[in-house]
């Protein structure tokens, strides 16, 4: 596939596992420079090593998103390196699920909400921000933003999650109208349950994680969980000039979860 972005710099954030890394391999394939943009600097250097024995140009750059600063020195420190931006992929997040173990609602500590939409949402922003004076720079400028099925639908036990996701829809359609005048192209990709660690975590916290594995692929049209690479599938051609005519767009990538709120028998063990 020729996503035509030979060339291109991206920054991936929480690229160094999951959807991120994968994207990222998909983005050197298609002779992408990559920057991936982390905390796990162990996971991170192992990731960019991968990139860039099998050829392709990769640099870590450690930075907290919590930190503003450190977004500024993350832009700052891709220009320097590869001199301009042209795809941002904000794709770092974190679920609230697991971290308030069920809580209720007067249970949810105020910190934990706080800190899911300083990294699902202000982060976000903060690096569109620090992003934008070199995305118009470019002639195939595109951002694309990680939302989820909760950004469209109500989940039980994520509260802020589902918020902090739901905002990330409504963040990309305003910053698609703010910034198209630039012609920089903004989108949402959103996924279902989708086998990274993020997933791994949540299964692990619930009493039997096989047969919650096979009740959430269950609830997927497709009959099972999202891939990494079904994301990453997606994420590509809405950060490539093959959609040029897609901006605003909160593209569920979702396995048909979304088309119907159903179960499909469980498969059994
Ligand atoms: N896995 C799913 O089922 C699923 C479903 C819907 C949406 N998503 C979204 O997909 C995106 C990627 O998630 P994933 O499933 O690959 O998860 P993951 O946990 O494998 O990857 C998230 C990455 O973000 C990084 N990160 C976390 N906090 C950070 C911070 N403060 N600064 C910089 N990096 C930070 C982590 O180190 C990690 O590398 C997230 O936005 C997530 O909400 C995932």
């Not at 500590?109 to 939409?117: L, N, T």
């Not at 990330?168 to 660690?197: F, G």
């Not at 919650?212 to 000039?241: C, E, K, Y």
Request: contains cysteine.
């Amino acid at each position: 596939m020729d996503y035509q972005l030979d060339g291109a710099v991206m920054i991936i954030t929480g690229g160094a596992g999951g959807i991120g890394a994968t994207t990222a391999r998909l983005a050197i394939e298609a002779g992408c420079r990559v920057v991936i943009a982390d905390i796990n600097s162990t996971a991170a250097e192992a990731t960019v090593s991968d990139l860039t024995s099998a050829g392709g140009e990769a640099v870590y750059v450690e930075c907290d998103l919590t930190d503003p600063l450190a977004i500024e020195r993350l832009v700052a420190e891709t220009v320097e390196v590869f001199g301009g931006i042209d795809v941002l992929f904000n794709n770092a997040g974190v679920a609230d699920a697991m971290l308030t173990d069920k809580l209720a609602i007067d249970e949810l500590p105020i910190e934990v909400w706080d800190r899911v939409f300083d990294i699902n949402v202000k982060a976000m922003f903060l690096l569109c921000r620090a992003a934008y004076p070199h995305l118009k720079k470019s002639d195939r400028a595109a951002i694309v933003n990680v939302g989820s099925v909760g950004s469209i639908s109500a989940f039980p036990h994520t509260l802020a999650y589902g918020a902090s996701k739901g905002a990330v829809a409504l963040l990309t359609k305003n910053l698609a109208l703010e910034l198209s005048d630039d012609a920089i192209r903004v989108n949402a990709i959103c996924p279902a349950t989708t086998e990274t660690q993020m997933t791994k975590d949540y299964l692990e916290a619930q009493g039997d994680p096989e047969l919650a594995a096979r009740h959430m692929a269950a609830s997927h049209l497709a009959g099972r969980l999202g891939q990494p690479q079904d994301i990453a599938n997606v994420t590509m051609f809405l950060a490539s000039p093959l959609s040029s005519f897609v901006t605003g767009a909160v593209w569920l990538a979702d396995g048909g979860q979304l088309a119907w709120r159903g179960q499909k028998e469980v498969v059994s063990a």
